[in-house]
Every structure is written in C-alpha cells, then in structure tokens.
T-cell receptor, first 117, second 113 residues
Framework: GAVVSQHPSRVICKSGTSVKIECRSL??????MFWYRQFPKQSLMLMAT?????????EQGVEKDKFLINHASLTLSTLTVTSAHPEDSSFYIC?????????????FGSGTQLSVL | DAKTTQPNSMESNEEEPVHLPCNHS???????IHWYRQLPSQGPEYVIH???SNVNNRMASLAIAEDRKSSTLILHRATLRDAAVYYC??????????????FGKGTKLSVKP
C-alpha cells in the first residue's frame, strides 16, 4: 500500500520558536494532503487541506498565519508552527489521499509529537 | 457529513471475535462508511470501507445493515496488536474520496490475553 512518511516524530522547542514538520508520500503522488491535530485523549481535528501548487484551505478557527502550510511538490507538504507556545503542544498528523485503486483511502503519517516549553 | 455514534470502549479476549458497532441513522445515499483505527502514539490506518454490501478484507469484515443506519466492524480473531481506537466515519463521495475525514471519538478496544 501507499506510504506516508512524517518527520520528525518528536520535537521539543522553546516558546517563541518555529517548528517545521514534513509529510512525504513515498511511493505515490499526492496532490492533496491533510493536516490534523490531536490533543491527549481526544480525537483528531482537521486543521487544513494542503493543495499542491496553491494555497491551503484552513478549517474554521485555525490561524493560517500561525500554521503555515506549503505544498510545493507532489510528494511533500510541510506544516510550520510559527512562534510556538505551550498551548500548541499537541500530536500533529498528516495524511494523503491514495491514487488509482487506493483513491478511496487515506494514508496517514506516524505523527509528530510537539512539546513547547 | 452525517454523524456516527460508537460506544466509548469495548473489551475483548485474545483470539476471540470482536464486533464493533456504529450507528449512523442520518446517513444519506451517497455516504460511504469508513473504518480507521489508531494504535497508541501512531497515525490512523485504514481498515475497511463500504457503501451497501458487506465487505471483507484481510484485516476485517464490515457488515452493513439493510437500511444502512448501522454497521458493524468484525475482527475475526482479536490479537493484542488490535488494541486501538476504532473510528467509524461517513464520507460523501464525489468521484472518489475527498480525504477531509471528520473523526469522532471512536471506540477504544482493549484486548486481554
């Protein structure tokens, strides 16, 4: 099946710094990727839809200037948490829609645990 | 998208079958039923999906009620590795999955040795 790789798996940063998370589709092209956030013991919350070559679409309540998304190629989307604060500490997960016979499935990265001190 | 209702948690014994229920009484004709699961500290993984007919794959079976207002995910022989949160999600299709799935709280499955 299709593989989505997400890096880093864990990051600790100081308050006020920016953190970049990468999401790569390893064996397929992903024109659309999705970014989710998950707080402890809660479900995944969709943050934004990342479109290759165009601006991301953000869900209501998600600050686009704080969570910068770049999807410059068919296999890579990045999420940058700018000026991170402790309340941004969360598990961030990306996903990509499969192609061909897999176009009815989503493939998820393994997630990035962000801890902001 | 229509809402789904799942039990918060379920327990199973290893090597026994598990039936995970999902109610979706407001499902529409174009809604597909998806199941994903999330192991601890991992991203979700696809389990199975269907529209009207029952579906089988190597991971599980999906039984869909005739009126489509409920479905059941069946794990034929639970293993310790099946302990996860299982999400039942409805999605409208427009020539394929749109991909922006809305996750509910899911069912946390515990498997006892």
């Amino acid at each position: 099946g299709a593989v989505v790789s997400q890096h880093p798996s864990r990051v600790i940063c100081k308050s006020g710094t920016s953190v970049k998370i990468e999401c790569r589709s390893l064996d397929f092209q992903a024109t659309t990727m999705f970014w989710y956030r998950q707080f402890p013991k809660q479900s995944l919350m969709l943050m934004a839809t990342s479109n290759e070559g165009s601006k991301a679409t953000y869900e209501q309540g998600v600050e686009k200037d704080k969570f910068l998304i770049n999807h410059a190629s068919l296999t890579l989307s990045t999420l940058t948490v700018t000026s991170a604060h402790p309340e941004d500490s969360s598990f961030y997960i990306c996903s990509a829609k499969g192609q061909g016979a897999n176009n009815e499935k989503l493939f998820f990265g393994s997630g990035t645990q962000l801890s902001v001190l | 998208d229509a809402k789904t209702t799942q039990p918060n948690s379920m327990e199973s014994n290893e090597e026994e079958p598990v039936h995970l229920p999902c109610n979706h009484s407001t499902i529409s004709g174009t809604d597909y039923i998806h199941w994903y699961r999330q192991l601890p500290s991992q991203g979700p993984e696809y389990v199975i999906h269907g529209l009207t007919s029952n579906v089988n794959n190597r991971m599980a079976s999906l039984a869909i009620a005739e009126d489509r207002k409920s479905s059941t995910l069946i794990l034929h022989r639970a293993t310790l590795r099946d302990a996860a949160v299982y999400y039942c999600i409805l999605e409208k299709y427009y020539g394929g999955s749109q991909g922006n799935l809305i996750f509910g709280k899911g069912t946390k499955l515990s498997v006892k040795p």
